[in-house]
């Protein structure tokens, strides 16, 4: 069994009064209007910022949003962030045009004991993706202490993630240690059947963390359209659904490795399809796992979620990434909401669930399940990687306890 992932807290800083650079992972999504359309992820930062306001730390808070290509770009600009920040703070937010230079130095400068300022958004420099120490430097400069709180970025060698705590004193926030703590019981002793339910578009994403599962899991459900290039490699027919003919081989091996291990590797029964994505209208059920050609899989069949439910109800521990279908459109949606619903009874009967990667959490926010789930992860990448047994490089660079 693998020892607890212990790094050193944010609690243990003297932060009273003083500058502290948090690293937060607000890479949100907005509506049409400009808004925040799922606030989880601001949520999911407040005690580790409600801590530092009531020590009178000065606030200064490091984000990423999109992929603005390393130049400002106001699409991806952070300043909508600021109002629902404050609402749920209940205080103002300052904002920065920029993260690092004399506009960020000089908003610094203003700041007095408990304000909390918002800096411009890290990737209008193409140094941070590209792991820049200098610009790590800059950073630092502005604070005399650096947390570390964005679980979902922590994956990623980017200078706010890897460069920053050679210059500064460091500690995970309080969200960084939860998700840290549950994915480490999981992944080190997870209470058995454990079973994991793997769901998204491609096999490539998650190659790695499917080989790493079957020397974990009791029972591993491969869903989404990453089945049918399992399926395919099962020699069954998939129609014009999406498969990767690269990862064929790979597929097999996985199957004939989880047959070695005596691993319940489950893949669909039955799935929804259409000629048509956009006339959802024309979808019907197959009666086998088989599809006929001019047809794509849009979603798993009833009969699959049948067969998945007494599965998940009898799991002590099941950890779910992706999902079922093209859950977006409601006609798609019934393979991973009936997931859903399945997972909250487990979680409420005491099965220890854990939903991670953002098409899943919002799949469960969706369906107005996510409080009942016994932990909601904020990041897809990082859990995958860290179950996988990747050492993320946002937590690596930080002190150990």
Not at 70 to 99: E, M, T
Not at 179 to 194: G, M, S, T, W
């Amino acid at each position: 069994m693998a020892a607890p992932l212990k790094k050193k807290s944010f609690k243990s800083l003297p932060v009273q009064n003083k500058r502290v650079l948090v690293r937060v992972d607000y890479n949100v999504p907005f509506d049409k209007n400009g808004n925040v359309s799922d606030d989880s992820r601001l949520r999911g930062s407040l005690p580790t910022l409600q801590y530092l306001i009531d020590q009178k730390a000065k606030v200064i808070l490091c984000a990423h949003l999109g992929r603005p290509k390393g130049q400002p770009n106001p699409k991806y600009s952070l300043k909508p962030v600021v109002k629902p920040l404050s609402d749920l703070l209940k205080r103002p937010v300052a904002f920065a045009d920029d993260c690092v230079g004399s506009k960020a130095a000089d908003a610094v400068s203003k700041m007095k004991p408990g304000d909390v300022l918002l800096l411009e958004n890290l990737r209008f420099h193409a140094e941070e993706e590209k792991n820049d120490p200098e610009f790590g430097k800059q950073l630092a400069s502005l604070a005399d202490y650096f947390v570390q709180d964005a679980f979902g970025a922590v994956h990623r060698a980017h200078a706010s993630t890897a460069q920053v705590p050679p210059f500064l004193p460091s500690g995970a926030g309080d969200l960084l240690e939860k998700e840290l703590n549950f994915l480490q019981k999981i992944k080190a002793d997870p209470v058995r059947p454990y079973m994991v339910v793997l769901g998204g578009a491609k096999v490539s994403d998650k190659l790695g963390v499917v080989k790493a599962f079957i020397k974990q899991v009791d029972t591993l459900f491969i869903g989404g359209a990453m089945a049918y290039t399992f399926l395919k490699a099962q020699g069954k027919e998939v129609g014009d659904s999406r498969i990767e003919p690269d990862f064929i081989d790979l597929s097999k091996e996985i199957l004939s490795e989880a047959a070695k291990r005596k691993i319940s590797l489950i893949l669909p029964q039955d799935h929804l399809i259409v000629q048509d994505i956009e006339k959802p209208e024309t979808a019907k059920t197959t009666d086998g796992d088989t599809i006929p050609a001019g047809w794509k899989g849009v979603d798993i069949g009833p009969k699959t979620l049948a067969a998945l439910q007494p599965m998940l109800k009898k799991a002590k521990t099941v950890f779910w990434n992706g999902p079922a279908g093209i859950f977006e459109m409601p006609a798609y949606s019934k393979g991973t909401n009936g997931i859903a619903v399945a997972l909250s009874q487990s979680a409420k009967e005491g099965a220890m669930v854990v939903v991670g990667g953002g098409d899943s959490v919002a799949a469960v926010t969706q369906a107005g399940l996510a409080k009942d789930m016994t932990f909601i992860s904020t990041g897809g990448g990082a859990s995958l990687e860290f179950l996988e047994g990747i050492e993320l490089p946002g937590v690596k660079a930080l002190p150990d306890a």
